[in-house]
């Protein structure tokens, strides 16, 4: 197997990243991720953020560093890559069902702090017989569904898992309840009100488990869109949220929430101008670069509008309010603010980490996207 170059090495200017880039503004991500190590602290909730975002051990040390008790991740083989590259506590908030993987999955729980979801009697099952062939243990949250209609069970049916997780001699560790649905809603009010909902059905389930003779020691769940929302609850007692280290277009859309740390753009793509027209510029980043399942990018402080140019090209337009005179000339760099972080950094190899601005910054980091691809 041959590696892709990166685009940059350390101690190079800005100029000199090759494009497309997948570029980290360190100075604007770590200010994200002092401001949420900070709202865990001050309103004494735990943080694990979710590594579903980075995909990266090196990322997922500072997350550590900073005070997160470990990180989430949604697929197994994630949680095998940052484990080999030595992150110890690890959650996979997700729904595992196939045995062989399940075998995996009790593997790992051998060798780090493992936690896992369920949402089904069968999942229990062979979650149970997979732990025991491989003698090891993990931590069980059942997963109810709040609203997304996704995965979960109703929160009437929460009690009856934990207890057949228990009985398993599995460790209950509580419920897993996300709304993803709730996270990109435009204003703070239809946020609020959602996760109302949401703690409603939570404090049921809770009920549910408690009358039924159990302990339910931990709630987790929230996303960058709502996790004020949670944390001011009093049911939560982790944050999940994933996306405030990056940022993207799609988030910046939202309404900002009040009180809630004020995040910063910290990804980018680098591109550049390969042709020009009388009225539009093609720059070199298209869906290869970018995901655009949430929009297409933004244009980083230019008054363009990124149009589809495909799978390799996009098409910068001015702004209706703007003139000819804002289209950038052939070779010029153009940064773009990718619609949704997590699908874009699964594209790329490598991060090039950034240290003193987009204008005249120095490489400092050169980190690969550890888990890129691991979807299984
Ligand atoms: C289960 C779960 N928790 C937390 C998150 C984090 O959300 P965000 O990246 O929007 O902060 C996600 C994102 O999709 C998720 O699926």
Known sequence: MTGMRPAAAVGDGVAAIDTPALVIDLDAMERNLAAMAAFAR????????????????????????????GVCVQKLSEAEVLADAGITDIYVSNEVIAEPKLARLAALAGRIQLAIAVDSAL??????????????????????????????????????????????????????????????????AEREAAIRHVVSLVRAAQAGITASGLRCPLVTGAGTGSFVFEAASGVYGELQAGSYLFMDRDYADNEPTPHAPRFEHALFVKSQVVSRGPSHAVVDAGHKSHAIDSGLPGVWQRELVFG?????????????????????????????????????????????????GLANGVVEAVWPVDARGGVR
């Not at 735990?46 to 005070?67: C, V």
């Open 42 to 69: 001050e309103h004494r909730i735990k943080l694990r953020p979710h590594a579903k975002l980075h995909k990266s051990a090196a990322i997922a040390r500072l997350q550590i560093a900073a005070g997160a008790v």
């Open 123 to 188: 999942g229990i099952d062979r979650l149970a017989a997979a732990l025991k062939t491989a003698d090891s243990m993990a931590d069980v949250f059942v997963e109810i569904d709040v609203g997304q209609g996704r995965c979960g069970v109703a929160p009437a049916a929460a009690g009856a898992l934990a207890h057949q997780v228990v009985s398993h001699g599995l460790r209950f560790a509580g419920l897993q309840a996300y709304h993803g649905g709730a996270q990109h809603l435009r204003t703070a």
């Open 308 to 356: 589809n140019g495909g799978d390799e090209h996009g098409i910068l337009r001015p702004r209706p309010d703007a003139g000819r005179a804002a289209l950038p000339a052939l070779g010029e760099t153009v940064w773009l603010v990718p619609g949704h972080c997590d699908p874009t950094v699964n594209l790329h190899d490598h991060y090039i980490g950034l240290r003193g």
